[in-house]
């Protein structure tokens, strides 16, 4: 069948929130993402990462069965979704579910009450898994409930409070009631809380909650119900680049085949939607053969199930587990496997869409399923116009990535997976950079077949994933071992021969080369303990199964739903129950997060005559530009101008320091990512594809200096003596940097007159933007054998990217911070901050102190192994204990330190949790666990009183309103929330009375950075002075009339011409550093607090659990103890990441590959710990800051490398036992490939280097 032979094009019908849409010109390259937000302005929906990594965009998809007349809700990615996909369909976004006009939903409503949003940017995106999954469980169990979340990212909660609210509507029990009582693990038991103060673990009232009515939801349209009970036709919908046709018969996809071989099948557009987006591949013709019922039968047969191609993962999931539960256990150790695979790849909305034939024919090297499915000899069924045939799935992987067994005419139909045979074991692994919602790096499919009732090797079959370009079957491996016992002699040789057979290629063309290696051969090792234990089982005279020490690796970690307390001092019960000051008040943004009414910036709608820019940026990291060729793109469609550093009028520089910050490059670039010119288009599409076709001249320029060794190796007036010893190696976060991208779209705006706008896509985002700086740290301790550090002498370099930006700043914050909470009498630091052509990093939460108190925390460790003492002893010993100084001679009190510290201990009863550890370590070879417990000071300050100047403006109006702002930044801390409080308690007047307006320079003029956790603090102070400068007028007022009301006295006072409008003003903290001398008073206060962690690893894979975390925190009085624990723990789940898993990679020539999150692991919901306790310490009191609180937003952070430490205590255990050196090495990430190499044994021995010296790696660390 031609193109031009199917029907005329359609209109698209499908439902919005109940509204019916009708769509004339469905463009098929068109995602819903990009109509709901454009089209129909319904903006709750974000865009994150646009290719289905984040669940940012999440929505809910109704469709109905006619055959069954059910009705199907799931959850997807509007990323990802084209409209054409959606003929007949019904979507449900945030908006549709409930919002402030209406009414909210108790989805929002509870996330927001629960305190579940900080920015809330990933908020409705949460809020609609959530609906989705009650829609259909309206008492789901907490396994649903964390399995619903796998996909959706948080950058700022650490999860836990969003947790909170989902447990709300789960039915089972939310404590683990691990107690002898019944009470949950975590009650902490009365002797620990202080008798004088009041604490309280409640940070919400469920009482408020309305109740969820399942009959309240919307409808599903009865129109699409009439539309699908109709015959179905052929629909064909033209685009402007692109042609969808959607056939409805097996015959029609088959003569579409055969008359464009080349056009993709597309069901979930999860492989074929990503390659168009981040690799330009392009299709003019796509074919949708999702509604063909030959592609989505379900067979039920003798000897196994027959699955239609089209069937979503999802569905093959369900009909998995139904099959395992009805059938024998021989029968199904095929399905189990699968089944294993299926429930860790990707997120649900992702595998609600995805097809299992998508998956098999794209045969990605990252596959989860291939390597299983092929190990297992499922069988595909393929049509074409040439008939039909079968073949075994393991046939297309024969001859490798060009294979051609499946010819482009061919469609595979269905997919048979067998039934499991006696003496059969099959089994299936894997090892992502995140335990879910993350790629493999390898996995495995393995099937062996015994003689009847003997350990003889009949039929084995091996098939890996993620070594080379496709999935790769160990053939020789297998053949030579048929006729084989199943013992250790076989073992050993099935490891050479199947390392010598799987060719992984060289590190100059891949990473990991030999993370994947060991990955290898430790899955043959486990599935070969597996198949033993097996045997045993079946036959235990004969058989001896594996050591009761080896059992523990055969059982992966799970994610469980975790448990929590969070532990607060409650106000005085003298306090007014009308002022918030020191109460869990829910974040003031909160329901509008949650509904997704909160408007940011891509939000606003548009203007008339809005442009578009899209900015071209230099693939080069030193080079000289020859030449900007833009004819091309200019005369794309739609194409306005293309702007240079030549359009720039004045001049094309922003100073932050005294080194200018070019805007676009001029004449040179000086790092990848590097801004060149731009495109103003009259959409954002058009604008990206002229982009494209700009073509920029390099002349190479040398040297490329990429990391701080090359910078060393090359020497320059100061470096040119220094000689490294790498002790650590930093890798850094994204931040985002926003300033440039407005100086664009204001230049343009005056060029154009008119407004431009620019959002960066993920992938430039983090091309462009700085991120946190990487160090490598040098250090010479000095201690005694009782543990006493007498001397340090610590070097720090910083890798500053290509300009200078806040890479001074960091480096002198490194040098402060970095004697954390010791006490080191003879101190000598530097810090070196080194140019390179990476993209100028810059300042993230904590900056400077995660880094270099890191490396601090690692000497202390290295002297415990050292001295045989343990690191808390250490940490103690070394601690400050008294009235004492810093090394730059400021004042501290450590009291609050060690109470933080010794609370801590107490809380997480470490000891006794540290001798369980050991027992657990005696007892399990495979598995090992770690605990580790890690104090900080966190110095507060920004060292200088200018940078913390604050000041506020506050109008009171005659009806006895309040209208409030301030020089703060909102970035999700709460602090409009906590400034809300403070103008409560100054006025006496309930928060309802109170409203903010954003914050602009046109209310207040030369606000400072909201940085280095000071927002609430200065701020706070500019607030209540001008709250108080408003009382003093309205005093005598007051005193005339006491009694009478609040809205009396404004009346009186507007009556009397007494002015209701006041500014505040705070100068600012007196902090100084004189650096000529080493001496000064940098920072106004410090924070303490302490953190315990405990975690378990598998030792042949890298993996890991975070089991426990116990964090004690002083932070003062809290002004909001649901805002500040948000803080701390929001803080720790990213120190979590900065510490174990953020790993930036670039090419040897200075670009980025980790540019979004399929390749960026950020914690997901599986990382955090499955028991998790935040207490603030008790009375404790700060005089420099209001209401004696201390700024939160940073301290919380460093916390995070407690979890490294543990990791550390859990690899010494295995070294120690395994007898290996007692001083290593390891560099933050802490990844699982670090983890796996640093539990050397028989498997990492066989790793050799064959690569010559010389030979280019694919990344480089920086
Ligand atoms: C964020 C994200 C995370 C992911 N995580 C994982 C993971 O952890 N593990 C994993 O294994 N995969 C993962 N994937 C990949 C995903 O499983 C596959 O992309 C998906 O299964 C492909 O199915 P689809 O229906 O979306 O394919 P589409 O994109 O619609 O099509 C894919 C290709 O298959 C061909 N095709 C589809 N059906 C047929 C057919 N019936 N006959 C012939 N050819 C056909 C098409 O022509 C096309 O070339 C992830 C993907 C994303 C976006
Ligand atoms: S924006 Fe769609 S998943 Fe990230
Ligand atoms: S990303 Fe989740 S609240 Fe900010």
Not at 257 to 266: I, W, Y
Not at 544 to 571: H, N
Not at 1159 to 1168: F, G, L, S, W
């Amino acid at each position: 069948m031609s193109l031009q032979g199917a029907a005329g094009a359609e209109e698209l019908i499908f439902y919005v929130n109940g509204r019916k849409i009708i769509e004339k010109n469905a463009d098929p390259e068109q995602m819903l993402l990009s109509y709901l937000r454009k089209r129909l302005h319904l903006t709750g929906t974000k865009y994150a990462c646009g290719g289905g990594g984040c669940g940012a965009c999440t929505v809910m998809i109704s469709t109905y069965e006619p055959t069954s007349k059910k009705i199907r809700h799931y959850s997807a990615n509007a990323c990802l979704l084209p409209i054409c996909s959606l003929y007949g369909a019904a979507v449900t976004t945030v908006e549709g579910i409930g919002s402030t006009k209406t009414r909210v939903h108790p989805v929002q409503e509870r996330l927001a009450k629960c305190h579940g949003s900080q920015c809330g940017f990933c908020t409705p995106g949460m809020v609609m898994s959530i609906y989705t999954l009650l829609r259909n469980h309206p008492e789901p169990t907490s396994e649903q409930m964390i399995a619903a979340l796998a996909g959706n990212l948080c950058r700022c909660t650490g999860y836990r409070p969003i947790l909170d609210a989902c447990k709300t509507f789960c039915k089972d029990s939310v404590c683990c009631q691990r107690k002898a009582n019944g009470k949950c693990c975590l009650d902490q038991e009365d002797y620990l809380f202080d008798k004088e103060e009041k604490v309280s673990t409640r940070l919400f009232s469920t009482d408020e909650f309305q109740p969820l009515d399942p009959t309240q939801e919307l409808i599903f349209p009865p129109e699409l119900m009439r539309m699908a009970e109709n015959p179905p036709r052929t629909l064909v919908f033209h685009g402007e680049r692109m042609t969808w046709i959607s056939p409805v018969s097996l015959d029609e996809l088959l003569d579409l085949k055969a008359a464009h071989p080349n056009a993709p099948l597309v069901v979930g557009n999860t492989s074929v939607g990503p390659e168009m987006k981040f690799r330009g591949i392009f299709h003019p013709i796509v074919i949708a053969p999702a509604r063909i019922p030959d592609l989505n039968v379900v067979k039920c047969m003798d000897d196994g199930l027959t699955l239609g191609a089209a069937c979503s993962l999802s569905l093959v999931k369900d009909i998995l587990t139904n099959a395992i539960s009805e059938a024998p256990e021989e029968k199904t150790k095929v399905f189990c496997a699968v089944l294993q695979q299926l429930r860790t790849l990707g997120g649900e909305q992702i595998r609600n869409v995805a097809s299992l034939g998508g998956n098999i024919i794209s045969r990605k090297s990252t596959s989860d399923l291939n390597p299983i499915l092929a190990a297992s000899n499922c069988v595909l069924n393929l049509a074409s116009r040439g008939g039909k045939r079968q073949i075994p799935l393991s046939d297309i992987f024969a001859d490798g990535v060009d294979n051609n067994t499946i010819t482009p005419e061919e469609i595979l139909v269905s997919v048979h997976i067998p039934h499991s045979r006696k003496g059969e074991y099959v089994s299936a692994f894997r090892q992502a950079p995140r335990r879910e919602n993350a790629l493999p790096i390898t996995n495995a499919g393995m099937r062996v077949l015994f003689e009847d009732s003997t350990d003889i090797i009949k039929d084995l079959s091996i098939f890996y994933g993620g070594a080379v370009l496709t999935t790769t079957c160990a053939k020789q491996t297998c053949w030579t071992l048929i006729g084989r016992h199943w013992n250790e002699q076989m073992l050993d040789e099935a490891c050479k021969l199947v390392l010598k057979e799987i060719a992984v290629p060289g590190s100059s063309s891949g990473e990991k080369v030999d993370y994947k290696k060991t990955l290898i051969v430790s899955f043959f090792y486990r599935f070969f303990l597996e198949v033993l234990q097996s045997l045993k089982k079946m036959d235990p005279c004969h058989y001896l199964g594996i050591p009761m020490e080896y059992r523990s690796v055969l059982q992966d970690f799970q994610t469980k739903m975790p448990q929590s307390i969070q532990i607060y001092q409650d106000v005085k019960p003298s306090q007014s129950p009308q002022d918030p000051v020191g109460r869990p008040i829910m974040h003031q943004s909160g329901i509008k997060h949650a509904t997704g009414e909160a408007v940011y910036i891509d939000d606003l709608p548009s203007v008339d005559g809005e442009l578009f820019l899209a900015v071209v940026t230099s693939s080069r990291a030193h080079a000289k530009i020859v030449s900007i060729d833009t004819s091309e793109a200019l005369k794309g469609p739609g194409v306005f101008d293309i702007v240079t550093a030549q359009d720039v009028p004045n001049t094309n520089e922003f100073y932050y320091s005294s080194d200018p910050e070019i805007i676009f490059a001029r004449n040179k670039v000086i790092c990848v990512g590097q801004i060149v010119c731009a495109v103003v288009a009259d959409s954002d599409v058009h604008a990206k594809q002229a982009a494209a076709k700009v073509k920029i001249e390099y002349e190479v320029l040398e040297p490329v200096i990429l990391t701080i060794e090359e910078r060393f190796a090359l020497g320059d007036r100061n470096t040119s003596t220094w000689r490294l010893r790498v002790c650590l190696l930093f890798q850094k976060e994204r931040i985002k940097k926003w300033m440039c991208m407005c100086q664009h779209s204001i230049q343009q705006l005056f060029r154009t007159s008119r407004a431009v706008r620019l959002i960066l896509s993920r992938g430039d985002d983090m091309l462009i933007t700085g991120g946190r700086h990487p160090f490598i740290g040098k250090y010479k301790v000095g201690f005694m054998n009782d543990g006493r550090i007498r001397a340090v002498d610590a070097k720090y370099y910083i890798n500053g990217g290509c300009t200078p930006d806040e890479s001074v700043l960091v480096a002198e914050v490194s040098l402060l911070k970095m004697d954390n909470a010791y006490k080191i009498p003879n101190l000598r630091c530097w810090a070196y901050a080194c140019k390179t052509n990476l993209p100028s990093n810059t300042a993230f939460r904590g900056f400077g102190f995660p880094q270099s108190a890191l490396v601090t925390e690692t000497w202390i460790t290295g002297v415990a192994d050292k001295t045989g003492l343990s690191p808390e002893k250490i940490r103690e010993i070394n601690m400050y204990k008294e009235n004492e100084q810093t090394h730059f001679k400021q004042k501290l009190d450590p009291q609050n330190l060690i109470r933080c510290w010794n609370e801590c201990m107490k809380k997480s009863a470490y000891h006794s949790r540290k001798t369980a550890v050991n027992e657990f370590n005696k007892q399990n070879y495979w598995k090992k666990k770690g605990i580790a417990i890690v104090p900080m000071k966190f110095p507060f300050g920004l060292g200088t009183r200018y940078l913390s100047q604050a000041a506020a403006l506050v109008h009171i109006y005659t009806d006895g309103s309040v209208l409030l702002t301030h020089g703060g930044i909102e970035m999700g801390q709460g602090i409009h929330t906590k400034m809300i409080q403070v103008a409560s308690r100054e006025l006496n007047i309930p928060m309802s009375c109170i409203h903010f307006c954003e914050t602009s320079t046109t209310t207040v003029p030369n606000a400072c950075a909201s940085a280095g956790s000071a927002g609430t603090d200065v701020n706070g102070m500019a607030v209540k002075d001008a709250c108080q400068t408003l009382l003093k007028r309205l005093q005598p007022i007051i005193n005339k009339n006491p009694k009478g009301t609040w809205n009396d006295w404004v009346k009186e006072a507007f009556e009397q011409s007494v002015s209701l409008s006041a500014t505040g003003y705070f100068r600012g903290y007196n902090e100084n550093m004189d650096w000529e001398k080493g001496e000064g008073q940098p920072f106004t206060y410090f924070l303490y607090g302490a953190a315990c962690s405990e975690v378990e690893i598998n030792c042949l894979t890298g993996d890991h659990k975070n089991l426990r975390t116990d964090i004690v925190m002083d932070i003062g009085c809290s002004i909001n103890p649901a805002v500040d624990i948000g803080q701390i723990e929001g803080a720790f789940v990213q120190g979590i990441g900065l510490y174990t898993m953020e790993e930036l990679k670039y090419s040897p020539e200075g670009v980025l590959y980790t540019r979004g999150p399929d390749q960026y692991k950020i914690p997901a919901v599986c990382d955090i710990p499955e028991q998790f306790s935040v207490s603030l310490l008790s009375s404790s009191q700060n005089p420099y800051a209001i209401y004696a609180s201390k700024g939160i937003g940073e301290a919380g952070f460093f916390l995070g490398c407690s979890v490294f430490f543990a990791l550390r205590d859990a690899i010494t255990s295995v070294r120690n036992e395994r007898g290996l050196k007692k001083t290593f090495a390891l560099n933050s990430p802490l990844t699982a490939e670090q983890i796996r190499a640093g539990c050397a044994d028989d498997f990492t021995e066989m790793m050799t280097n064959d690569e010559s010296a010389s030979s280019t790696p694919w990344a480089i660390s920086v």
